[in-house]
């Protein structure tokens, strides 16, 4: 029964036998029905009866918050702020689509319902929780619900007239029962999570219980310092929340350190930075640990900034190193401590110095003036023992040694032009530490004239640069091998005969003043005659042209310096330039007459080779070497190909090996010219191809098996290309066989060796129209001859259309065997046969047309059987003849195929029998046939 307001049942025990309890069970299913009464009535006057009623509500609707609006229908149940649906799915949120296309009773972004989430794990499932995190903080508040909860128990305030049907409260639907909420459930952090779930909603890295001001002594984010336990309400009983949060929770306030500090490593008795970076905080606090715990620092003699990101240690000593530093971090709206790493203070020592050191430097410029240019850096390895491994600078003063002053630098201390003097060095290990040591610098002056020089010159030669014959030779890189030993007896007769001398001999002045390399080892050239590279057999290499050689003479005796100076000077000569005559020096040019002889034009060939050089000369020579003309003969004639040597020499030198000279090769070739032979006209011109000319299309099949023997003419070692007119190349070999319509395909014959060298033939192909002929394909031309009549000719034709006859010519065939003498378009014939006839162009292109010619003659009347006197007369006429014949009695009614006649009246009759193919009528023939009178009797 349906859409009752209110309606009765009746129903009776039929039975006589008492119902064991609960034996009688009956069943009533209603929908949304709010009360319902049972009536017993006892129906018998006499006997009385009674029930007991055990009543059982199997399907009762529940309303969770007590709103008056059961959960199935309450959007939601716990009253929080929060519709069940969001609820339900926890983070996986999906939002409803609000159609039902499928009537199942759910909206279609649910299909199959939800699976209800307990993201707290308290047993309570969220859309029943009223704190679903267990943070301490009821979802009401995490939700930013716009409602009141002024008794702070989780659920909105408010009396049952304030909620619509659905079970929300009107003020926070966009109007009564839309189902749509006027206000976002709060995700603060913006990162997909809904803060009612979230222990951090702010993301500061501090949780929500912490910052909310409630206890979290096992710091997990969740209400309490140990598990939580909870009510039916999902409310934590064993620690205490839920009042108003501090701000703090939901206020973004991240702690961030972007660099952990550090401590640049830094000197003994400097200062030292520990250094943090970090997202905007309200308070640093450096601590250091020692004696065992961490330890604020304050701000004394030993360290500045202990409260700000940048911590400075003054003055550092020895006794710090390793010490460990820390800062602690906080900042308004993050109610957490953050610590930073830790850093580990590192000191450097200071280099081991030579508090004075002394220098003495030749004079090298000859005037006894106490100046000279000064290698400072020579003494380096007496200063430390340690200088492989340091920096060393110098400086005019201390002052400007200890604080690097730039004013006071000496800027080229390889080259320090000065006399008796003290420098300043600051040395730098490789941590930057320094220390100051002093030098001082005495000069003592040169015993050699400033005249003396002594020049050597040699021509470039063709060797690598260490003087070997490799892959790498070269005479243009400017390195010559020297000897220029002799200049030590020279520089001897300049000294005094009273002591023994030193005399050394280095690349450059560098050298000559430093004398050893940084590893100590010395720079001075070998006076070995047999070791490579001394004075003896000395290339320069690295100094390419002209090199001057630094001489140091200094006394065995006291070590006094008797000359330093550029004493020798090496000059390479250069070679003369041959400028080539072209990229590869090799001059082709085409035979003009296939004899191999060829004169070339050599006008421009000195001028070419020299490119503007003056005071060269060029020679030339052959393969056998034998001088040529200079200049070469204009026009040279080669033959085939012919190899010459230029030679080019500077026509002065101060070298004592002769003029410096360069050799080349210049190659004259004569390339073959090809010839491309022409094809025969029958390579070249093809009949049409199709049997009935009426169906020609322009189109053959070439053969061009043939084309390229012919065309190269034994000529070997060439190539071949082909094009077609339109000048697109084809493929080569030529497609054998070439289909194609008349056109003119270009051949190109070239040689290989140079391309400039080729022949070209134009390839005419033609196809060649068949004539015009009617084949007689459907016999509608055959011919017939009556041989009874004597005489009888037909005139067979060739079947020409379409031109004069007389533009070809003919020749006539009877069953195959040629008819002499019958060459016109036309024959008379009197005999049957099979004729035929070839129609021929001028370009021998024929087609043959075929004439069946058959006989016939007059019909011969060999019997006449006449069957009468009977119902049906018949006549029946036999003939012999090899025509087309017909029969009649009577001309005047026609012939008849049939050569029987029924039904012949009685009477004479006239036979008739004609030839169909015109040979002539056998007749009038008499015949009598005899007839039955026919009469009726009567009775």
Known sequence: MTLFSSFEIRFRLNSAVPLTAGSGTFKFKCFETTNITFTHKNLSETATNKATFKIIETCAPKDSDGDGTADYLDLDSDNDGIFDNIEAQGINFIAKSNTDANQDGLDDSYTGGLSFVDSDGDGIIDYLDLDSDNDGIYDFVESGCTALDANLDGIIDGIPSDFGQNGVLDSIETYRDSGILSYTVTDTDSDGKKNYLE?????????????????????????????????????????????????????????????????????????????????????????????????????????????????????????MKGTRYRVRLLTDGNSCEVLSNEAVLTIYDLPVLAPVTSLVQ????????????????????????????????????RFGAQNADVNYKITNPLQFNNTNSTVWVRVENKNSCFQVAQLDVTVSSTQIPITFQNDFYKCDDFLDADGNNTANNSDTDGIATFDFSSVTAKIINLLPTTTTYSIKYYKNVT??????????NSLEISQNPFALNSIYNYRNIGYPNQQEIWVRIESDADNACYGLGPYVKLNVETLPVLFPVNGTNIIKKCDDNQDGILGFDTSKIDATILNNQ?????????????????????????????????????????????????EGKIQFIVDTLPQAFPLLANQLNSCDDELNPKNQNGIVAFDTSSFENTILGGQIGLTISYFDGKGAPLSNPLPNPLVSASQNIKVKIENPINPSCFAERVLPLKVIPLPNVDLNENGSYSELVCTNIIGYTVTLNAGVSGSSASAYTYRWYLDGVEIPNETKSTIVVGKAGLYSVDVSNSNNCFRTRTIPVTTSVIATIEDIKISDLIDNNTVEILVSGNGDYVYSLDPKNGFQSSNIFNDVPGGIQQVYVKDLNGCGTVGPLEIAVLGILTFHTKW
């Open 199 to 319: 222990l951090d909603n702010d993301n500061d890295g501090c949780f929500d219980t912490f910052e909310a001001g409630f206890s979290d002594g096992n710091n997990d984010g969740l209400l309490g310092n140990n598990t939580p336990t909870t009510d039916s309400n999902g409310i934590v009983t064993n620690a205490v929340g839920y009042a108003l949060p501090n701000s703090n929770y939901n206020t973004y306030a991240t702690i961030t350190i972007i660099n952990q500090p550090t401590i640049v490593p830094t000197c003994e008795l400097q200062n030292a930075q520990a250094i943090i970076e970090t997202s905007p905080v309200n308070f640093y606090q450096w601590q250091v640990f020692s004696g065992g715990t961490w330890n604020d620092i304050t701000d004394n003699s030993d360290y500045s900034g202990s409260k700000t990101n940048i911590l400075q240690i003054n003055a550092i000593k020895a006794a």
């Open 362 to 397: 030749c004079d090298d410029d000859a005037i006894s003036d106490g100046y000279t240019d000064i290698n400072l850096r020579q003494k380096e390895n007496e200063i430390s023992s340690n200088y492989l491994n340091e920096t060393f600078s110098y400086y005019n003063s």
């Open 511 to 520: 050298d000559a003043s430093v004398e050893t390399d940084e590893s100590g």
């Open 614 to 662: 003056t005071n060269i000369t060029l020679t030339y020579f052959d393969e056998d070497g034998t001088q040529l003309s200079s200049p070469l003969p204009n026009p040279f004639f080669v033959k085939n190909t012919k190899t010459i040597t230029v030679r080019a020499t500077n026509n002065s030198t101060l070298t004592d090996e002769g003029p410096c000279s360069r």
